[in-house]
């Protein structure tokens, strides 16, 4: 299983765009991004998922680069409700057991 | 919206006692797993099932613990004889068949948590 690196914490204010990067130098070929959610005592949530170039879908944006060896998770005017942690995960298929990281923990402040 | 379901919301146990946490899938998918995440601390993988088998399991699902499909829509997760260090959020989750296109693959769909305190 590739694994991720991501910043453990980032701060922003409500109404910017926040660029989450997350580094997988050892994806494999077959291996597509995922990126989870998740808010205090409760399960992750899936956000975005992309194999290359970019995907959008009504909460967020996700770039990947040529190599596939990171990938950046955007949030466009974030709100204090985005305020959560959130976990890059590589994988290719419905039994995949994922591995969390610590992920990242956002703040998003007023 | 179909949505993985758990029960209790929260288990309060005495060490050494055996407990069940319970789990209801989204119906049509065929993929389950438990996770655990300690206060604090990052979601752990404890085991996946598939086919009415353990697909997967890491090294903290020791013989404590087990996994049962009883009746074709629970999902169940018993710890034998708990431990002070049992104490965690555990999730279920459920994924399913590919529906055409690149949206489903690596999609869990995680439950609300059972939070498990041992005394």
């Known amino acids: 299983l590739a694994k991720t690196t991501q910043p453990i914490s980032m701060d922003s204010y409500e109404g910017q765009e926040v660029n989450i990067t997350c580094s997988h130098n050892?994806?494999?070929?077959?291996?597509?991004i995922t990126w989870y959610q998740q808010f205090p005592s409760q399960g992750p949530r899936f956000i975005i998922q992309g194999y290359k170039t970019k995907v959008t879908n009504e909460v967020a944006s996700l770039f990947i680069p040529a190599d596939r060896k990171s990938s950046t998770l955007s949030l466009p005017r974030v709100s204090l409700s985005d305020t959560a942690v959130y976990y890059c995960?590589?994988?290719?298929?419905?039994?995949?057991?994922?591995?969390f990281g610590p992920g990242t923990r956002l703040s998003v402040l007023p | 919206e179909p949505e993985v379901t758990q029960t209790p919301s929260h288990q309060v146990t005495q060490m050494g006692q055996e407990v069940i946490l319970r789990c209801v899938p989204i119906s049509n998918h065929l993929y389950f797993y438990w996770y655990r995440q300690i206060l604090g601390q990052k979601v752990e993988f404890l085991v996946s099932f598939y086919n009415n088998e353990i697909s997967e399991k890491s090294e903290i699902f020791d013989d404590q613990f087990s996994v049962e499909r009883p009746d074709g829509s629970n999902f169940t997760l018993k710890i034998r004889s708990t431990k002070l260090e049992d104490s965690a959020m555990y999730f279920c989750?459920?994924?399913?068949?590919?529906?055409?296109?690149?949206?489903?693959?690596?999609?869990?769909?995680f439950g609300p948590g059972t939070r498990l305190t041992v005394l």
């Open positions: 989750a459920s994924s399913g068949v590919l529906a055409g296109g690149l949206s489903s693959y690596n999609e869990q769909f």
């Open positions: 050892n994806i494999a070929t077959n291996d597509y």
């Open positions: 995960l590589v994988g290719y298929n419905y039994g995949q057991n994922f591995v």
